[in-house]
């Protein structure tokens, strides 16, 4: 299918890349980027399930990322005034909510005529048990599980946002959607593009993909020094879309730190992607190994995509967050001459204590930071005594009683414990426990699932 | 022949979707793919994270990048939301494939000493 001529323009900036990203390249992007957009990713798999965990310990959470009215406050007056389009994901389990406080907000910065719209319909949590649907995972049927389960939501794909932007939002803010569908959305809707050919829902998937993790296009988790350099990361500066008819080019913004390259894009490409040449999404299946980049000027990379989409799948894609019990994890400290043999012996000792107060744990794990910490078991064996080692140690159990067990031994290590023991973060007050939510996911028939787009002033 | 690490000859970017790990493998010169494709194997990959992979390592092959992507299952210890592991996100896991060690000509300019020269 040939797509249509519209001579547009189209500038989307990527204004935060996960919900705890840095607020200033929104601001930025706004005052110097010449955006169309500004596009706001704040989930990664686990939001929606700790939101609700969150709120089931007290409720004074929010419903929506408690980063919302932060985030909007600096920006949106600017951006009403120039016509930038906000899109973002806050809304998390409440989108009308959060949309509600947006136009509130609005109303007291003085902004006139606003208008937010939300997109929501993902939430499953109460009906995913009647689905007759099984876990990816296991195969089990969810329905079994259904007194642990404590969220359910689909990623839906980007006929909302086009359904808000058509109803003439200035504010999308929606559930969980696929993070690329935050830039496919606009692009389907200012090239009105059909949902049904899947060659231009998987070119907005591309540039998508690309621009949802934030600086990570443009020099952000890319500096390797003396193999990758990147100038001043310190102000990395967030990546910019602009798509036209025929062209596809990511920038960042100027007079910023990082680096866009086909090095940088690259990387991203292939960022948290299973099998590249079938990465599924919500409007359609997108093939990445048809994907290539021409550096065209400096921080100025040319994308192409020939035939890189195949026809959406019949089902969605839905995480289910499951009550897993408690876990909790403490760290002791050890330096110069035996530290390693202090930290063993430590081991040694609270293996017994454990099991002389009798821990029910479901699991158990001690690390040695500075030695297996991070790769774990494929870390190389030390080829020196290393001058410093912290034992950590992380505890999973059925029943809270059980988790604070561990902070009980681990305490006490101040006076009974080995020679030269050192302690870590003993002044915070309170417990460490914290609450396991397990995510799996199912494949939801698309029939199952209804989005609403709704308005407020 | 010379021994040297990928990470002279390749860099790479991780990340996770549930308990997987998905880590890339790109060519910083795409002539040198056809080195990726005969030694980065699966073998060589499991060699590395084999201790860690509880599932299948499976490998992807993404020429027009000069690249290699592998996803490496049941590593995470169940995934951010589940695991006890004290990195939780896979986001390190890449620096692990950089330290595969490859056999290159004896007059090949690895990445650093490119960079150092060009400076």
């Known amino acids: 299918m040939a797509q249509k001529k519209t001579g547009k323009k189209v500038r989307m900036g990527s204004a935060a890349g996960w919900s705890r990203d840095r607020f200033e390249p929104a601001t930025d992007l706004m005052n110097r980027g010449q955006v169309d957009y500004l596009c706001f990713d704040s989930m990664s798999e686990v939001t929606m399930s700790a939101a609700q965990v969150s709120r089931m310990e007290t409720d004074r959470v929010p419903p929506y990322d408690p980063y919302l009215i932060p985030r909007m406050e600096p920006i949106l007056k600017g951006c009403k005034e120039k016509g930038i389009k906000i899109i973002t994901n806050q809304g998390w389990l409440d989108p009308e909510e959060a949309a509600q406080q947006v136009a509130a907000l609005a109303l007291k910065l003085g902004i006139k005529d606003l208008r937010v719209a939300s997109v929501s319909g993902g939430i499953l949590t109460n009906t995913i048990g009647t689905m007759n649907l099984n876990f990816i995972e296991t195969n089990r049927p969810i329905a079994d599980s259904l007194d642990t389960v404590v969220s359910a939501e689909a990623y839906l794909g980007a006929q909302g946002i086009v359904e808000a932007l058509k109803g003439g939002a200035d504010v999308v803010i929606t559930t969980r959607i696929a993070d690329a569908c935050l830039y496919l959305g606009p692009l389907a809707y200012e090239f009105d593009w059909s949902f049904d050919d899947y060659q231009l829902m998987a070119k907005g998937m591309v540039i998508g993909h690309l621009m949802e993790c934030g600086s990570q296009l443009s020099g952000g988790y890319f500096a390797d020094p003396g193999y990758k350099n990147v100038p001043d990361l310190a102000n990395v500066g967030n990546p910019i879309a602009e798509v036209t008819d025929d062209r596809v080019l990511f920038s960042k913004l100027s007079h910023s730190g990082g680096v866009v390259s086909e090095a940088t894009c690259k990387e991203q490409l292939l960022y948290e992607v299973g099998d590249p040449a079938n990465y599924i999404c919500p409007d359609c299946v997108v093939d990445f190994t048809k994907v290539s980049f021409k550096q065209i000027d400096e921080n100025l990379v040319e994308a192409f995509a020939d035939q890189a989409g195949k026809p959406r799948t019949s089902t969605l894609k839905a995480l289910v967050g499951l009550t897993e019990g408690f876990m909790t994890e403490e760290m002791v400290i050890f330096a110069g001459p035996g530290a390693l043999e202090r930290a063993k012996g430590t081991q040694d000792l609270l293996e017994q204590r454990f099991k002389k107060v009798a821990l029910k744990a479901t699991e158990i794990r001690f690390d040695y930071l500075g030695i297996n910490g991070v790769h774990r078991e494929s870390s190389p064996a030390p080829i020196h005594e290393p001058y410093e080692v912290i034992l950590r140690v992380a505890v999973k159990t059925a029943e809270r009683s059980e988790a604070e067990k561990i902070r009980r031994e681990i305490d006490p290590l101040a006076v009974n414990g080995m020679s030269a023991t050192g302690k870590w973060a003993t002044s915070a007050p309170g417990s460490r426990v914290r609450p396991v939510v397990g995510l799996s996911s199912c494949l939801v028939p698309r029939d199952l699932i209804r989005s609403t787009v709704s308005f407020f002033k | ?119």
């Open chain 2, 1 to 119: 022949m010379k021994t040297i690490p990928l990470r002279e000859v390749a860099h790479s970017r991780s990340g996770e979707k549930g308990n997987d790990s998905m880590v890339s493998v790109i060519a910083y010169d795409i002539g040198d793919y056809s080195v990726l494709l005969e030694q980065v194997t699966i073998e060589a990959v499991q060699a590395l994270y084999g201790p860690i992979t509880k599932g299948v390592i499976r490998r992807y092959e993404v020429p027009l990048i000069g690249a290699l992507n592998f996803v490496m299952t049941d590593v995470l210890e169940g995934g951010r939301s589940r695991t006890l592991a004290f990195e939780e996100s896979g986001k390190a896991l890449s620096s692990l494939m950089l330290t595969m060690p490859l056999q290159m000509p004896d007059n090949y300019v690895g990445r650093s000493d490119a960079l150092k020269r060009a400076a």
